[in-house]
């Protein structure tokens, strides 16, 4: 149970702290120059994490199985913390930002999992959409 449980823990509560981060960003700063800081801390501290929980790991027999993904991978992270950094200069909230993301994220994950995954589009699944959309009608009022 706890290895099901722990990594949605650490997934909240970094993703807390990654949204004060976001909205921390001084309004001074261009949010790429600050993301090659950010990327700079984060490329030491995976590289540092790998050594320490894999004693003896070689990361060039690692990079020898790659794919498209972590290239992808990368891009798609710019993407998404410059996005939040520049809702947040535009003004949006905290506390509905990730809301309003969350919710439309939902709801295209469901159709990627089915174009995709084949996972099946379930009444549940259209039912939890419709809600999160009324929630999101909800939360604008």
């Not at 290895?3 to 823990?9: A, K, L, N, T």
């Not at 702290?17 to 976001?22: D, E, G, M, S, T």
């Not at 020898?64 to 950094?85: D, S, T």
């Not at 909230?93 to 996972?119: D, H, R």
Request: glycine share 8%; proline share 4%.
């Amino acid at each position: 149970m706890f290895s099901y449980v722990w990594p949605v823990v650490l997934v909240v509560l970094a993703n807390v702290a990654y949204q004060i981060c976001a909205k921390s960003v001084p309004s001074a700063m261009h949010p790429l120059a600050s993301l090659t800081i950010t990327y700079a801390v984060s490329a030491v501290a995976t590289g540092s994490l790998y050594f320490l929980l894999n004693r003896g790991g070689n990361l060039l027999r690692e990079y020898a199985h790659m794919n498209w993904a972590p290239v992808l991978f990368g891009f798609v992270l710019v993407g998404l913390e410059v996005g939040f950094i520049y809702a947040y200069k535009a003004g949006w909230p905290v506390s509905t930002l990730s809301i309003v993301q969350s919710a439309f994220l939902a709801a295209a994950l469901v159709i990627v999992g089915f174009l995709l995954y084949k996972e099946a589009i379930t009444w549940n699944k259209v039912a939890g959409i419709l809600i999160c959309l009324v929630g999101l009608w909800v939360l604008n009022r």
